[in-house]
């Protein structure tokens, strides 16, 4: 394949997937950390390098709304924000999941308001971990690009959206060599969208989305349509096929590309650790240093990266947490009130399987307090000493925490 | 599977989506000595089957708004230019009836 590596930002990379994927419709709203990619977009619309509508709207919830539209009839469409913007869009997310419209959103994760701060944790998009959508998480800019383009293909084949994760400055406004694939490259992984599931036939009119009652019901033609609950369940099915369908695509994109991502987790020094660190995004990546750092001490640490977080891997995760001694979470998210949201989703995974490690809890970087390997470490030893004094669960820990007068 | 089973789409119908004018609270009444269609005499105006979101109003010299599927919601009234829709409780109907011939 034909490649060519430049030097750019998070939001440069999702923009440029948006761009090799030939999208057909973007709607975006500015807002910070994810704005440039959208500028970026309107940019190469208006130069004409990119043949797309670009649809300026007056906010997050009329973005998706034109995204969801354009893609009822049958276009490639693309749209990204952050934080509140995500929060403000939420009643779409909803419906463009149960409309089953492959979207692609890329999400520069911000930390949500009150009070207001623009810096990076996770809890905007894994607040929207029930709507629906597949979710990914990468851990620098090249899976970025890489995965923005998956994204596509995993959602078209499955008619659900996707929201491509990446944590706000930390990846969006940071600078990597990326590996760009030229157009034919990714033409040849990535064929033009297939036919929506819509009918759009003005000889045959259709309505779109009308309400659906608890029961199957015949309509006016005697055509028994499906009811809330059929509709729903097979929703969740195509959720549940999600989770051979991204290893899949990511097959496919290696064999064109010639780059792979590991599909639902990756991993790193994790064939014989028995304590797993585990996170999504770049702070799993910070979390290798850590690992590398512990092994030096004589502890024999290892990665579990989350790149799909919905649907959530829990036979994968299971499988490779069995026999373990500790798997310590890394969230950067909580669901207030009860635990970081990988920590909850993993120790239901891990329930009844057969020498499953314990597993805690940490919530850390919250609204971009900085976290460093060492600081990593530091909790991970925090852990052990837990699981030594013969701990088998125990509160989340806050890393960094500084309340005053503790 | 069909791709009709997967989503919520259907052929437009009358009432696909039930009898629902029995969720309504006020019922528009219409006077023929004030509405311009029916004192014309032929098919004008029409602004109310225009504004009808659930197009429940016949075209005609008068317009018809058929009850088992009118909501009640007013916008005919609204609109009308020559304010020959009045809203009327329901309750000085008879709340549950519904015949279908009471098409107005």
Same mark, same amino acid.
């Given at each position: 394949?034909?490649?060519e590596?430049?030097?750019?930002t998070g939001n440069?990379?999702a923009?440029?997937a948006?761009r090799?994927a030939?999208?057909?419709v973007?709607?975006?709203?500015p807002?910070t950390p &994810?704005?440039?990619?959208?500028e970026t *977009? ?10 797309a ?5 007056e906010s !997050? ?6 995204c969801?539209?354009?893609s ?6 693309f ?11 939420? !009643? ?10 492959? =979207?692609?959103m890329? =999400?520069?994760?911000r930390?949500?308001?009150a009070?207001?701060?623009v810096?990076?944790?996770? &809890? ?10 597949? &979710? ?6 090249q899976? =970025? ?6 994204a596509y293909?995993i959602?078209?084949r *499955? ?8 944590d ?14 030229? %157009?034919?490259t990714?033409?040849a ?5 297939? %036919?929506p599931?819509?009918v ?5 009119p259709?309505?779109i989305?009308?309400?659906? *009652? ?6 006016a ?8 609950m059929?509709l729903?369940? &097979?929703?969740h ?25 590991g599909g @639902?987790t ?6 014989d650790?028995d304590?797993?660190?585990?996170a #999504?995004?770049s *702070? #799993?990546?910070?979390?290798? @240093?850590t #690992?590398?750092?512990? +092994?030096?001490?004589?502890?024999k ?8 977080? +919905?649907p ?5 995760l299971?499988?490779?947490l069995?026999?373990r ?5 890394f969230?950067?998210? /909580?669901?207030?009130?009860?635990d970081?949201?990988i920590?909850?989703?993993? +120790? ?14 940490a919530?850390?970087g919250l ?9 990593? #470490?530091?909790?991970? +030893?925090?852990? @052990?000493?837990? /699981?030594?004094a ?6 989340t820990d806050?890393?960094? @925490?500084?309340l005053?007068?503790? | ?8 789409m259907?052929r ?7 009898? $629902?004018g ?8 219409m ?5 311009m269609?029916a $004192?014309?005499?032929?098919v004008?105006c ?5 504004y009808?979101?659930d197009?429940?109003i016949a ?8 009850? $088992? ?11 009308c230019? $020559?304010g020959?829709i009045?809203?009327?409780p ?5 709340v549950c009836?519904l015949?279908?011939?009471e098409?107005?």
């Amino acid at each position: 394949m034909a490649s060519e590596t430049s030097v750019m930002t998070g939001n440069e990379a999702a923009a440029t997937a948006a761009r090799l994927a030939r999208v057909q419709v973007i709607a975006a709203y500015p807002i910070t950390p &994810q704005s440039p990619v959208v500028e970026t *977009l309107s940019a190469w619309v208006e130069s004409g390098e990119l043949p797309a509508e670009f649809v300026a709207v007056e906010s !997050e919830h009329s973005a998706l709304t034109v995204c969801i539209g354009a893609s009822t009839v049958g276009a490639r469409v693309f749209t990204a924000t952050s934080s509140n913007g995500l929060a403000y869009m939420n !009643e779409q997310v909803w419906w463009a999941a149960g409309a089953r419209l492959p =979207i692609v959103m890329c =999400i520069a994760n911000r930390a949500m308001a009150a009070p207001w701060n623009v810096l990076n944790d996770q &809890q905007d998009s894994m607040s929207e971990r029930d709507a629906g959508w597949v &979710q990914l998480y990468c851990r620098d800019n090249q899976e =970025i690009l890489d995965t923005t383009v998956q994204a596509y293909l995993i959602a078209e084949r *499955l008619n659900l959206p996707v929201m491509v994760c990446y944590d706000g400055f930390l990846l969006s406004h940071t600078m990597m060599p990326v590996s760009v694939p030229d %157009a034919s490259t990714v033409d040849a992984f990535l064929p033009p969208r297939p %036919a929506p599931l819509t009918v759009v036939d003005p000889a045959d009119p259709r309505n779109i989305g009308p309400v659906v *009652l608890a029961d199957p019901r015949a309509d006016a033609a005697g055509v028994v349509s499906p009811g809330y609950m059929e509709l729903r369940a &097979q929703h969740h099915r195509a959720l549940l096929d999600a989770l051979a369908v991204i290893p899949e695509v990511d097959a496919a994109y290696s064999a064109v590309v010639g780059r792979t991502w590991g599909g @639902l987790t990756w991993e790193h020094l994790l064939d014989d650790a028995d304590v797993v660190l585990i996170a #999504a995004g770049s *702070l #799993a990546t910070q979390l290798t @240093l850590t #690992a590398e750092a512990l +092994r030096a001490e004589g502890v024999k640490a290892g990665v579990l990266g989350i790149r799909a977080y +919905r649907p959530f891997p829990a036979a994968a995760l299971a499988g490779k947490l069995a026999g373990r001694r500790l798997a310590l979470v890394f969230d950067k998210a /909580l669901s207030y009130g009860y635990d970081g949201p990988i920590c909850t989703d993993l +120790r239901g995974s891990l329930l009844g399987v057969e020498g499953a490690p314990a597993v805690f809890g940490a919530v850390c970087g919250l609204g971009g307090r900085d976290v460093s390997p060492d600081d990593l #470490a530091a909790a991970a +030893r925090r852990a @052990l000493a837990d /699981l030594d004094a013969g701990a088998r669960t125990r509160p989340t820990d806050w890393v960094n @925490l500084r309340l005053e007068g503790e | 599977m069909d791709a009709g089973r997967r989503i919520s789409m259907s052929r437009p119908a009358v009432g696909e989506a039930g009898a $629902t004018g029995q969720w309504r609270n006020n019922r528009p009444v219409m006077d023929p000595a004030l509405c311009m269609a029916a $004192t014309a005499g032929r098919v004008t105006c029409q602004i109310c089957w225009v504004y009808c979101p659930d197009g429940c109003i016949a075209q005609g010299a008068g317009p018809a708004i058929d009850l $088992t599927y009118c909501k009640g919601c007013g916008i005919c009234a609204q609109e009308c230019p $020559t304010g020959a829709i009045e809203m009327v409780p329901e309750a000085l109907h008879g709340v549950c009836a519904l015949p279908d011939e009471e098409v107005l």
